[in-house]
């Protein structure tokens, strides 16, 4: 394998607590009974198996984040809570602190580091204020603004054309297997990430060469 020269870090579930844990706090915040997590759930449930359901139609820039909101408070009232991101909710989930000291050593350690995650346009400033304006991070890969979504090969492509490197030049970090193997067929490098992110904050180092 060729040296890395940039590493893409998914952000919900990767940068951020695990999926799980996202899901117990926003609960926690919006104060929802067990009913009405589980009518709110309900309104979503083609998010999970279609890829034409409009939130991942929101994630690809073809339609408006808000005309989302209003859809699935149509589904079900209050829905929308779980993706405003002006309000707490899965967008404004908390890091991990150990990811962000990951994201911290690999900019000590001159490695470019690119977000590479579906989301919504209105979570760029979000994104951007968080990881960008600080240096955590070099770009960040919004799918809502370049029309394709992981894990198609679609949003793969435009990031090695905007990177200048082939693939194999790139290691990426995700929690979702089917991310993972997309990527792995075009030639790049990956690592898979579990709840417990220590395991895989070690394997990243040593594939980078420079193990704490």
Request: glycine share 6%.
């Amino acid at each position: 394998m060729g040296a890395i020269e940039l590493v893409l870090m998914d952000w919900a579930g990767t940068v951020t607590v695990p999926m799980s844990q996202m899901m117990r706090e926003a609960i926690d915040r919006l104060q929802w009974s067990d009913d009405e997590l589980g009518r709110a759930l309900s309104a979503l449930s083609d998010y999970f198996t279609s890829d034409d359901s409009m939130v991942h139609r929101a994630e690809r820039g073809q339609i408006d984040d808000r005309e989302l909101l209003v859809w699935l408070d149509e589904q079900h009232p209050g829905a929308s809570a779980l993706f405003d991101v002006d309000l707490p909710s899965f967008i404004n989930a908390a890091d991990r602190p150990e990811m962000i000291d990951l994201l911290w050593w690999l900019q000590d350690n001159d490695v470019e580091v690119w977000l590479a995650t579906n989301n919504f346009a209105t979570a760029q400033e979000m994104l951007a204020a968080r990881y960008l304006d600080s240096g955590l991070v070099n770009a960040i890969v919004n799918s809502a603004l370049i029309g394709a979504r992981k894990p198609d090969g679609a949003f793969w492509e435009i990031v090695i054309d905007a990177s200048g490197l082939d693939a194999g030049e790139m290691l990426l970090v995700d929690d979702n297997v089917a991310n993972l193997d997309a990527a792995a067929e075009l030639g790049m490098a990956t690592m898979f990430i579990g709840d417990d992110a220590a395991p895989a904050i070690v394997d990243i180092k040593t594939r980078l060469g420079r193990p704490s």
